[in-house]
C-alpha cells in the first residue's frame, strides 16, 4: 500500500525543489553526527519548529531503519497502530516501510494492531520523514500511531519496542514525535516544558507521564516519548541531551499564545 502525503504544502513544501532547498537551510552545516539510540523530534510546520528538528536530524546519525512513534491527532483507527507494509510517499519520492521491523513489533506488542486508518491523515509522523529521507535516502521506517493507551500499556509497549529493535541486525534509531505546551504565554510555556524536560533527561517515562498529567502540560506526544524512553531505558539506555529549545512566538514575535518545541537527543 503506498501512503500519500496528507500535509505536503501546508506543514512543509509540496513540491520537491522548494522542500530540498527548506530542508539544506535547516540542517546545520558541517554538524558532527553522533550515533544515538533515539531522539524526540518536533511536528509542527517547518517555519514555526524546522530548525529544531534540523538541529537533532542533522547531528545525528540515521540508520537504514527507523522507528517513528507519533501521536494521533484525529482519533482514528487502533491506539495503537502500526502500518505494517508498502511504502510512504513525499516529495522526495517514496520512502520503503521496515515490514521485517513492524512484523517483530506486531508480534512483541499485543496491544499493538496493523492499521491505516490512523495514519492516513495523521502530520505527526508524516513530517520526520522527509528529515530522514533527505539524510539517508535509502532509509525504511516503521510508523506507529499512538493514543488512548494506559500507563500500564504504554511501558509494556516500551518493553516490546525493545524486544523488536533487538531482533534486528542494527538497532533502529527511535523517533518520538512531539510538541510541547500549546497556546499559553512563552514564560508558562518554558516553565511547564522543562519540568517535562526533566523527566526526559532523567530517562523516566513514568515520572514524564506523572509530571504531564498533575501539572497539565498539553505535550501531546507525551505517550509516544513514554514509550521510546521505555524502550530505550531496556536497550541500556544512559544519558540524554537537550539539543533544542524554541517556540512559535521566536518566530511570529507573539510571546503572548505560543507552542513549545524541544529536541532531545538520547544514547
Not at 151 to 167: F, H, I, N, S
Not at 170 to 192: C, N, R
Amino acid at each position: 500500500m503506498l501512503r500519500s502525503p496528507a500535509v505536503a504544502g501546508q506543514f512543509y513544501p509540496g513540491r520537491e525543489t522548494s522542500l530540498r532547498q527548506m530542508l539544506d537551510e535547516m540542517l546545520p552545516a558541517g554538524e558532527e553526527k553522533r550515533p544515538a539510540l533515539g531522539v524526540m523530534s518536533p511536528h509542527a510546520g517547518y517555519v514555526y519548529s524546522g530548525k529544531v528538528a534540523g538541529k537533532i536530524f542533522g547531528g545525528s546519525v540515521i540508520p537504514e531503519k527507523v522507528i517513528i512513534l507519533g501521536p494521533n491527532h484525529h482519533g482514528i483507527g487502533h491506539p495503537a497502530a502500526v502500518y505494517e507494509q508498502g511504502s510512504w510517499l513525499t516529495p522526495l519520492g517514496a520512502v520503503r516501510i521496515a515490514e521485517d521491523v513492524t512484523a517483530h513489533i506486531l508480534d512483541e506488542c499485543p496491544m499493538t494492531a496493523a492499521d491505516t486508518a490512523a495514519h492516513q491523515y495523521e502530520h505527526s509522523l508524516e513530517v520526520q520523514v522527509p528529515f530522514l529521507q533527505y539524510l539517508e535516502p535509502d532509509v525504511r521506517i516503521a510508523p506507529v500511531c499512538i493514543s488512548r493507551l494506559t500507563l500500564e500499556d504504554l511501558m509494556r509497549m516500551g518493553e516490546g519496542l525493545a524486544l523488536a529493535a533487538a531482533r534486528c541486525s542494527k538497532t533502529p534509531l527511535f523517533v518520538a514525535s512531539s510538541d510541547m505546551t500549546h497556546f499559553e504565554s512563552g514564560a508558562v510555556a518554558h516553565h511547564k516544558d522543562f519540568l517535562a524536560i526533566e523527566k526526559i533527561l532523567a530517562l523516566d517515562p513514568e515520572g514524564l507521564y506523572e509530571t504531564v498529567r498533575t501539572n497539565c502540560i498539553s505535550m501531546c506526544g507525551v505517550m509516544p516519548t513514554v514509550v521510546m524512553l521505555q524502550a530505550l531505558k531496556c536497550l541500556g539506555a544512559s544519558e540524554a541531551e537537550l539539543v533544542a529549545y524554541s517556540n512559535s512566538g521566536d518566530v511570529t514575535g507573539d510571546q503572548a499564545d505560543v507552542v513549545g518545541y524541544a529536541g532531545v537527543r538520547i544514547f
